[in-house]
């Protein structure tokens, strides 16, 4: 039977979600299933593995009903997962130790303050391009193996594994214990230049090597599973920003990407050499692909989209995300004002984590829709920011920006980013373009597509925001930004 479709599991941070792809990379059926999130103490968050398991697996088994289709007709599945969160499960029983630790937990901040008290942090930047963050999976696995009684020893004697999201659903699909180099580059373990887990960092937070997955290229055939009837082959697994990257196609070196949620995710990649930035960005591994690795810089936004949560639901001045762009566009501009969305510090270029937001700028005539209108601006300039600080790293200009993410859909705000980077913004066909990378990364490694030039014909534009600034309005901007940031660092008057 001819096999038509690509299955990807994308596990997200609240809900885990399955898509079949079609070879034109149209999407025949989504489902998605939403799980708890456990907060034992202020600070902590976890997941249940099983629940994330079972979630993942009955929108697997209802994605294959809805398109009417059955095992027999999914070429590969791709795994793509909220990143850094981490498992540890008994080998022999596959039953976790301990919930999952997710990304958000800050109850290693300590473990990470030690780190960096003792002089070790550069020497895990230059190893790992990450910083010593409780972000991360290192300090996470330490955490679980100093308070489960027993599990160091375990886990020395080889009966622990220990994985992030990818790794675990691969082992309940197929029993294979691996992971992808994108996913291990953001352990705080692995040594993004040697490709391999890091001995010295191991020693450092005390892990056993006995306890990790094998590191493997993102797209490859990792081993097949039963699970959904017949056997189909596991064919990739990539974290979710680098899988994103892949979806928009962005093969190239100096393509970069944005994705608009909650905050915002923009990664550029560096092709075939791992840039170290100067100013606080991560060096991360884009994917494993035919023989070589690929790199990417990445930076955040930590307010992006949730700024325009804050004016529905703390400020009440819209009554929907969407509403935002009608409002935003009753005013030609924000009216000299700025809102600088601060509210946990601010991030690349400036490194000020005691800052807190202000609005500036404020007159008489300032009104709701000027409010607004800054607020969505504010997302624009962060982001400018940021791609401003990869290209001071790399020396290169990005063509263009590709775009995703909830508030991509806002046409106000992509026209402001395109004209305060002077560069076209474009929105690909596909929006789920995380699920989008992990399917291409499988159906390359199992023939669907036959190379990326047939993927780079699939992947097609929607819309394309040209930049119709000049440079006299451009640099004003900037500069009205760039003061109201004075404004709001916590060294200002
Ligand atoms: P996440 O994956 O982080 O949950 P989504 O990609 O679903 O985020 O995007 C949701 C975010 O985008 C929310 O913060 C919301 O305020 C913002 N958002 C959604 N639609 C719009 C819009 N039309 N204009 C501006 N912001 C929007």
């Keep these: 039977m001819s096999r038509h479709f690509i299955l990807a599991l994308d596990q997200g941070t609240t809900s885990s979600r399955s898509i079949l792809f079609d070879a034109e990379g149209g999407m025949a059926a989504v489902a998605q299933r939403e799980f708890r999130q456990h907060y034992p103490q202020p600070g902590w968050v976890e997941h249940d593995p099983v629940e994330i398991w079972a979630s993942q697996l009955a929108t697997a088994k209802e994605v294959l009903a809805k398109a009417n289709a059955s095992p027999g007709d999914v070429a590969a599945i791709g795994i793509t997962n909220q990143r850094e969160t981490t498992v540890v499960w008994d080998r022999r029983t596959g039953e976790p130790i301990y919930n999952a630790i997710v990304w958000q937990c800050r109850r290693t901040t300590d473990t990470c303050e030690a780190i960096q008290a003792r002089g070790l942090a550069d020497e895990f930047q230059r190893r790992t391009g990450l910083v010593v963050d409780a972000y991360f999976s290192g300090t996470k696995v330490k955490w679980i193996l100093d308070h489960v009684p027993g599990a160091r020893a375990r886990a020395a004697r080889g009966e622990l594994c220990f994985g992030t999201i990818d790794s675990w659903l691969l082992y309940k699909l197929t029993g294979v214990h691996a992971t992808d180099y994108s996913n291990a580059s953001r352990t705080l373990l692995f040594n993004i230049h040697e490709r391999q887990w890091d001995p010295t960092l191991l020693g450092e937070l005390a892990v056993p090597a006995e306890m990790l ?281």
């Design 213 to 493: 997955p094998e590191a493997r290229p993102s797209s490859q055939v990792y081993g097949s599973t039963g699970v959904l009837g017949g056997n189909i082959p596991v064919a990739s697994l990539v974290g979710d920003q680098q899988g994103a990257l892949f979806g928009q196609a962005a093969f190239h070196p100096s393509d970069c990407k944005n994705t608009y949620g909650t905050g915002c995710f923009l990664l550029m990649n560096t092709g075939e050499t791992p840039i170290a930035s100067k100013n606080g960005l991560l060096t991360t591994i884009a994917w494993g692909l035919d023989g070589k690795i690929e790199y990417a810089l990445e930076g955040s936004v930590f307010v992006g989209g949730a700024v325009i949560q804050w004016l529905r639901d703390g400020l009440k001045l819209i009554g929907s995300a969407a509403e935002s762009e009608a409002v935003a566009r009753e005013v030609e501009d924000a009216g000299g004002v700025h809102i600088v969305p601060a509210f946990v510090g601010l991030g690349a270029p400036y490194w000020d984590m005691r800052a807190r937001g202000t609005i500036s700028g404020l007159t008489r005539g300032a009104g709701r829709a000027h409010l607004v209108r800054a607020a969505l601006e504010s997302i624009a300039f962060q982001s400018a920011d940021v791609v401003r600080t990869m290209e001071a790293d790399t020396g290169a200009r990005i063509p263009q920006l590709r775009v995703d993410g909830g508030a991509a859909a806002n046409n106000l705000l992509m026209q402001t980013q395109a004209d305060l980077l002077n560069t076209p913004v474009v929105l690909g066909q596909v929006i789920e373009t995380t699920a989008l990378g992990a399917a291409f990364l499988a159906g390359l490694a199992v023939g669907f597509w036959p190379n990326l030039e047939s993927i780079g014909k699939i992947w097609k534009v929607d819309r394309i925001f040209e930049p119709v600034w000049d440079a006299g309005k451009r640099a004003a901007a900037l500069a009205g930004w760039e003061d109201a940031v004075r404004r709001t660092t916590s060294s200002a008057e």
